[in-house]
């Protein structure tokens, strides 16, 4: 006979093997069960190039599906508990070996720009490629094409090339020469091509010379009320007599002074570059939310009669706003873009029907409209989305910015050539003078309005622009412009045309936007927290 206590034990040793088995079996189908999009995507914080697509033929399933966001209720319920900017959920995108070929000729088009400089124009700001020479825009060449393509290479996983410009830049790239440099283009393109190299392979040497170009910069707010002047001697910091400020050029270098300052731990480039927005919101003017373009530096007050505009002369102030916001968490600049907002509709024309949109320009009239501020669609959709708490996508703001895109991009398909015109006729789309400068603002919000509504349309425009200039503007050498002067390759070319077109074709996980900003000239800065700022805090 068994006895009771061994028979409690049997019964217990049984109930365990019954438990253990049943925990197996259903967690091993749990496991079984999960699928792909439910794995945790890698977390990209120091991208040194971008996650390629693997080579995969879709299905047919898969071909026909149309990738959708999240919807909203889901995405603020995932991040109820964060700080401001809300985090945005990377959007998952099947492999589509059509957008990994259209990558590919991107890249192709990028090495044909970039090889034409190397053979014809080594050592010179920009490449004349119909010519087959260097130009530079000063006596002396700040090497604009190597600084302006570093970051785009090393996007592309293009090592060879971008080794060759930061061979070139490191040995060649020197400040203590005797040119007069406008601060607002040396910040953009120069700083922050170094400041983007820096976020690209950590080498310190960026920093140094970033310091250095910083430390001449911060001369030019040598000024009364610490508004800076925008031409500046580099080499003695020495300032031209020019009182007349502009909205652009001083409200345009916020983003390099603060990412120097937190590498270096040095807040003398940020205080700098902050306090000039501090005095221009602190200046009498008519609207609260519009800043009028031109002021008076020595004088701290708004020129009148007041010009106002988002477009040339004062466009990249309401984007640095936003971005600095979005960098950083600032609260301040969050709250005059969103005056911005407010005031926004006095800028803004529609045509007749209300099918298109844009935002006017001075010393245009109001029925016209500059390529420059083709920009502002992708602006203002980038910010629809991270500033407001419900219903994003259906926002006046939002919508208003899908226009905007709608309408630059429909000046492309009634030129000849199918690449927009500088000027262009707001009530019928058509461009006035058909010249193109190899400008990137309007493949710029393809990019954000595809990131953001993976609406397959605008990818089928980009692939459109792509052909065009191929078709137009390729030649043996390199890239050049339609009508326009300087007939030249123009740097910004590869920093920021051939970058989002690129990117328009990459997934979501290639330079997330809840991780990175672009500069006004296409650079690539980290947000805090992620990237060469891991650690740092926002405010």
């Given at each position: 006979?068994?006895?009771?206590?061994?028979?409690?034990?049997?019964?217990?040793a049984i109930?365990?093997?019954?438990v253990?088995?049943?925990?197996?079996?259903?967690?091993?189908?749990?496991?079984?069960?999960i699928?792909h999009?439910q794995?945790?995507?890698?977390?990209?914080?120091?991208?040194?190039?971008?996650?390629?697509?693997?080579?995969?033929?879709?299905?047919?399933k898969?071909?026909?599906?149309?990738?959708?966001?999240?919807?909203?209720d889901?995405?603020?319920?995932?991040?109820?508990?964060?700080?401001?900017?809300?985090?945005h959920?990377?959007?998952p995108?099947?492999?589509d070996?059509?957008?990994?070929k259209?990558q590919e000729?991107?890249?192709?088009?990028?090495?044909h720009?970039w090889?034409?400089?190397?053979?014809y124009?080594?050592?010179?700001?920009?490449?004349?490629?119909?010519?087959?020479?260097?130009y530079?825009?000063?006596?002396?060449?700040?090497?604009l094409t190597?600084?302006?393509?570093?970051?785009?290479?090393?996007?592309?996983?293009?090592?060879?090339?971008?080794?060759?410009?930061?061979?070139?830049l490191?040995?060649n790239l020197?400040?203590?020469?005797?040119?007069?440099?406008?601060?607002?283009?040396?910040?953009?393109?120069?700083?922050?091509?170094?400041?983007?190299?820096?976020?690209?392979?950590?080498d310190?040497?960026?920093?140094?010379?970033a310091?250095?170009?910083?430390n001449?910069?911060?001369?030019?707010?040598k000024?009364?009320?610490g508004?800076?002047?925008?031409?500046?001697?580099l080499q003695?910091g020495?300032v031209?007599p020019?009182?007349?400020?502009?909205?652009?050029?001083a409200?345009?270098?916020?983003?390099?002074?603060?990412?120097?300052?937190?590498?270096?731990?040095d807040?003398?480039y940020k205080t700098?570059?902050?306090?000039?927005?501090?005095v221009?919101?602190?200046?009498?003017?008519?609207?609260?939310?519009?800043?009028?373009?031109?002021?008076?530096?020595?004088?701290?007050?708004?020129?009148?009669?007041?010009?106002?505009?988002?477009s040339?002369?004062?466009?990249?102030?309401?984007?640095?706003l936003?971005k600095?916001?979005?960098?950083?968490?600032?609260k301040?600049?969050?709250?005059?873009y969103d005056?911005f907002?407010?005031?926004?509709?006095?800028?803004v024309?529609y045509?007749n029907?209300?099918?298109?949109?844009w935002t006017?320009?001075?010393?245009?009239?109001e029925?016209?409209?500059?390529?420059?501020?083709?920009?502002?669609?992708?602006?203002?959709?980038?910010?629809?989305?991270?500033?407001?708490r419900?219903h994003?996508?259906?926002?006046?703001e939002?919508?208003?910015?899908?226009?905007?895109?709608?309408?630059?991009?429909?000046?492309?398909?009634?030129s000849?050539?199918?690449?927009?015109?500088?000027?262009?006729e707001?009530?019928?789309?058509?461009?006035?003078?058909?010249?193109?400068?190899l400008?990137p603002?309007?493949?710029?919000?393809?990019?954000?309005?595809?990131?953001?509504?993976?609406?397959?349309?605008?990818?089928?425009?980009?692939w459109?622009?792509v052909?065009?200039?191929?078709?137009?503007?390729?030649?043996e050498?390199?890239?050049?412009?339609?009508?326009?002067?300087?007939?030249?390759?123009?740097?910004f070319?590869?920093?920021?045309?051939?970058?989002?077109?690129?990117?328009?074709f990459?997934?979501?996980?290639?330079?997330?936007?809840?991780k990175?900003?672009?500069?006004?000239?296409?650079?690539?800065?980290?947000?805090?927290g992620?990237?060469?700022r891991t650690?740092?805090?926002s405010?």
């Open positions: 006979m068994i006895s009771k206590k061994l028979y409690r034990y049997i019964r217990l109930l365990v093997i019954i253990y088995l049943t925990v197996t079996i259903v967690f091993k189908k749990d496991l079984t069960s699928s999009s794995i945790p995507s890698v977390d990209y914080t120091a991208l040194k190039k971008p996650a390629r697509p693997q080579e995969v033929q879709p299905t047919e898969q071909t026909n599906q149309k990738a959708e966001a999240i919807p909203l889901k995405f603020l319920k995932q991040n109820k508990t964060q700080q401001k900017p809300i985090t959920q990377k959007t995108t099947k492999i070996n059509a957008q990994t259209r000729k991107v890249k192709e088009m990028i090495l720009a090889e034409g400089y190397m053979q124009a080594k050592g010179y700001d920009e490449l004349d490629s119909q010519r087959k020479s260097g530079n825009w000063l006596s002396t060449s700040l090497l190597p600084i302006d393509a570093y970051d785009t290479l090393m996007i592309m996983g293009l090592k060879k090339q971008a080794q060759q410009a930061k061979q070139l490191l040995k020197n400040f203590d020469v005797d040119i007069k440099i406008s601060v607002f283009e040396v910040t953009i393109r120069v700083l922050g091509g170094l400041l983007s190299a820096y976020e690209q392979d950590g310190m040497r960026w920093i140094e010379l310091k250095d170009l910083g001449r910069l911060l001369k030019a707010f000024t009364p009320y508004l800076p002047v925008d031409e500046l001697h003695t020495a031209e020019n009182s007349r400020g502009m909205l652009a050029q409200g345009s270098l916020q983003l390099e002074f603060e990412y120097l300052s937190d590498i270096t731990n807040p003398t700098a570059a902050m306090h000039v927005w501090e221009l919101h602190g200046m009498d003017r008519p609207v609260k939310g519009i800043l009028p373009i031109y002021f008076d530096i020595d004088t701290s007050r708004f020129n009148s009669p007041y010009e106002y505009g988002i040339a002369g004062a466009d990249s102030y309401y984007e640095y936003l600095y916001w979005l960098s950083t968490g600032d301040k600049s969050k709250k005059w005056q907002l407010l005031d926004l509709k006095m800028l024309r045509s029907d209300g099918k298109r949109a006017t320009t001075p010393g245009q009239t029925s016209t409209f500059h390529h420059l501020g083709c920009f502002s669609g992708g602006m203002l959709a980038l910010g629809a989305y991270y500033t407001n419900t994003w996508n259906t926002s006046t939002f919508q208003l910015g899908q226009k905007i895109t709608d309408t630059c991009y429909e000046s492309y398909t009634q000849s050539t199918g690449l927009g015109g500088e000027r262009v707001g009530e019928t789309g058509r461009p006035l003078v058909e010249s193109y400068a400008r603002e309007t493949v710029e919000s393809l990019f954000y309005l595809w990131r953001l509504t993976k609406d397959q349309k605008y990818r089928e425009w980009g459109n622009i052909q065009s200039l191929e078709t137009n503007c390729r030649d050498a390199g890239y050049h412009p339609l009508s326009h002067t300087p007939n030249v390759q123009m740097s070319f590869l920093a920021e045309t051939l970058k989002y077109l690129y990117l328009l990459s997934d979501d996980s290639t330079l997330p936007l809840d990175f900003v672009f500069n006004t000239e296409g650079h690539l800065f980290s947000r805090k992620f990237g060469r650690g740092r805090k405010y």
